[in-house]
Each structure stands twice: as structure tokens, then as C-alpha cells.
């Protein structure tokens, strides 16, 4: 569904998308290209770009996010500098979190996101604790809590839309459910929305790889949430990428083609059905390709822009320092360093 907003901002939309989609190639890439630039595990948002953007775009800059240990993307979404992720990605100086926070952890205050949480189940307090904070200041602020569907087995959650349902607060908690079936085997709610509906919590479903039903449907929760009629739930479902099969993420087919929106022909046989059916990117491509204002070009242009400005990024993050070994601990403690 084409999103209801002008041609440049449906452009946008495409852009944020590609931007992510393109800064977490080359995040796959430092890894499979530099050993031990990045220690440890890390997570990868591709597949669920189209409810990151389409989230985002219906909040206002003073509204807040709470994301988790998938938040690139969110934070790119949110209006974030993607050289500044990626350095945080690989704990350079120049990153968000001055590279102490890291991939779990690329938090950015100045575009209203405090904290993520890379503890499943984290953002839904965090998120109730700003969300009442805005309460009781009359803020007006929105805030919103991704979290995956495996959040939905951690009592913390169970009493954060308790507690938000009880204080009718600003929250919308926004769950990606990224295996795009009702219910799971651990779970015993034959479909995940029935627990919210339990509380007295209006919910939603949604086609999280849709960018525009996303995004028409999180604007009209925002409008009713700052008028008071809050919390709200979203389940925005998305097909699995194949990339996440394995224990570490890895580009199956290389970088995405934008030409395989319209030519799938090239796409490896085993993740063809993903890419024809599961990636919300060259869905909207082949949308807005199709579209009465807009064409292959403008789609195929775009994507070259952000290409150009990802891979600046990548060089970016590379170039930058690692923070001085003798103030590691400065930033880590309340009132002390600096
Ligand atoms: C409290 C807690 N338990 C276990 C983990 C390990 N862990 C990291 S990601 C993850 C899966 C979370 O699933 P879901 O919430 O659906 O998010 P997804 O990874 O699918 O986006 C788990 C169990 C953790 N980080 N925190
Ligand atoms: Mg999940």
C-alpha cells in the first residue's frame, strides 16, 4: 500500500530503507572481511526495514524510541547519522555511544532515544518509564517500545502493559514479530495478540513489510495516543530472513540487486521466495516504480545516493579511532571522568 504523503517524502521513505538495508551489508561485511573487528555476536535488522521506517516516520522528533539488540536500523529510522552507528557498531570514538556502547547498544539521546536494551523484554520498561515521565510532565511526547516476539515469554513485559494499561499511558508497544505466524511453539497463545487483548490493551496487526500500511496505521495510534487514549499494541509481522539462519548473519545472496524488484531471475534459487515475496524493500520499490508519479529510474537513482553515501559511511567508522585505552572507564560511571 503506496503510503498517503507526497512523491519526495515516498522517496524518502525509500531511502531510510535502503540506508539501512545498505550500512547493515557492510556491517555483515566487517565481519566476514576483518576478524575480530567485531567481538562477539551482533544482530542485523534486514527483513524488518519497512516497520522501523514506517514507525518512525509517523512520530515527531520529540517523541521517543526504545529499541533493542536489532537497533540499527531502528536508529537510522528514528533520523540517525549511519557513519555514527556503524562506528558505534565497531566501538570507534566517533560513534553515538563514543564506541563504549557498541552493536547491542547504539543508543542516541539527541534524536529522543535514551537507551536501547539488548535484555529481550528491556525497551517495554524502559519505554513505561518515559512514557509515564511524559505523563506527568504533559509533554505531549508519544513513546513507543520495539521488542521482538520472543519478549512476549519475559515477565517484564507482562507487567509493563500492566502497569501502562493501568496509568493509560503514552505508550505503543510495537512487537516485530519477525517469524510471521501466529503463536509459537513456546508459547501457549495460539495467536500473540489475544495476550494484550487479555489486558484491555486495543491491538493491531499489521503487515510489517509493509512500509505504507505501517505507517498509516502507527500515524492514527500516534494522533490517539497523544489525545489520551493510550497504550496501544502493534504486531508487525515480517517472513524471516534467510540471512539469520546461521549462527552469525551472512549475506546468502550478496547485496541486494534493486533491479530484482523487477528481474528476481539472478537471485539465488534457495532465497528466492525471500526476496519475491519476504523483503519489504523491493516490495515498495516495485510500488512506487509502478506508481503514476514516480518510475524505475527515480527508484534506481535513489538507491545509487545511498549506496554512495553507505560506503562513505563504512570508510567513515573504519578511519575512526578506538577511544584511548587509558579512558576506557571515563563515561561509565555517574560523576566520574568526565
Ligand atoms: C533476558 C534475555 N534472555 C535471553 C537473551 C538472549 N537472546 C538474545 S536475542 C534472543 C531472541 C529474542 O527473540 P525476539 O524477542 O523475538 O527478537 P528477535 O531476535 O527475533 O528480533 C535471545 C533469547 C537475552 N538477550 N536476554
Ligand atoms: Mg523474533
Known amino acids: ?69 536489532r ?22 570514538e566517533t560513534g553515538y555511544c563514543l564506541g563504549r556502547g557498541g552493536t547491542f547498544h547504539v543508543a542516541a539521546p539527541d534524536l529522543n532515544m535514551p537507551h536501547t536494551s539488548a535484555i529481550v523484554g528491556g525497551s517495554t520498561a524502559l519505554a513505561s518509564g518515559a512514557a509515564l515521565a511524559a505523563q506527568l510532565q504533559e509533554t505531549g511526547a508519544v513513546t513507543v517500545a520495539f521488542f521482538g516476539d520472543g519478549a512476549m515469554d519475559e515477565g ?9 494499561k493501568l496509568w493509560e499511558l503514552p505508550v505503543i508497544f510495537l512487537m516485530e514479530n519477525n517469524y510471521r505466524r501466529a503463536g509459537r511453539v ?28 505501517v505507517y498509516g496505521t502507527v500515524s492514527e495510534l500516534v494522533r490517539r495516543t497523544r489525545a489520551g487514549e493510550g497504550p496501544f499494541f502493534v504486531e508487525a509481522s515480517t517472513h524471516p530472513w534467510p540471512g539469520n539462519d546461521g549462527a552469525h548473519p551472512e549475506l546468502v545472496a550478496g547485496v ?20 519475491a515475496e519476504g523483503d519489504g524493500i523491493l516490495a ?17 537513482r535513489a538507491d545509487e545516493e545511498v549506496r554512495r553515501e553507505a560506503g562513505a559511511a563504512a570508510e567513515f567508522a573504519l578511519t575512526s579511532p578506538l577511544p584511548a585505552a587509558e579512558e576506557a572507564v571515563k563515561y561509565a560511571y555517574a560523576g566520574r571522568g568526565d
Open 256 to 275: 541486494t540487486d534493486i533491479n530484482w524488484a523487477w528481474d528476481p531471475s539472478p537471485v539465488p534459487e534457495k532465497v528466492r521466495a525471500w526476496y
Open 284 to 300: 515498495y520499490a516495485r510500488e512506487l516504480a509502478d506508481s503514476e508519479d514516480c518510475d524505475r529510474d527515480a527508484v534506481v
Open 71 to 92: 537497533n540499527h536500523g531502528h536508529v537510522i529510522a528514528k533520523g540517525g547519522d549511519p557513519g555514527k552507528v556503524l562506528a558505534e557498531v565497531i566501538g570507534r
Open 186 to 213: 513456546n508459547e501457549g497463545a495460539n495467536d500473540l495478540a489475544n495476550i494484550p487483548r487479555a489486558l484491555n490493551v486495543e491491538t493491531v496487526t499489521v503487515d510489517g513489510g509493509d512500509v505504507g500500511q
Open 1 to 69: 500500500m503506496l503510503p498517503d504523503m507526497p512523491r519526495e517524502q515516498r522517496l524518502e521513505l525509500l531511502r531510510k530503507m535502503l540506508m539501512i538495508r545498505r550500512a547493515e551489508e557492510h556491517v555483515v561485511r566487517f565481519n566476514e572481511e576483518h576478524e575480530g573487528l567485531i567481538r562477539g555476536h551482533f544482530h542485523i535488522y534486514i527483513g524488518q526495514e519497512a516497520t522501523g521506517v514506517g514507525v518512525c516516520a509517523a512520530l515527531a522528533p520529540e517523541d521517543y524510541v526504545f529499541s533493542t539488540h
Open 156 to 164: 517484564v513485559f507482562y507487567e509493563s502493559l500492566n502497569m501502562a
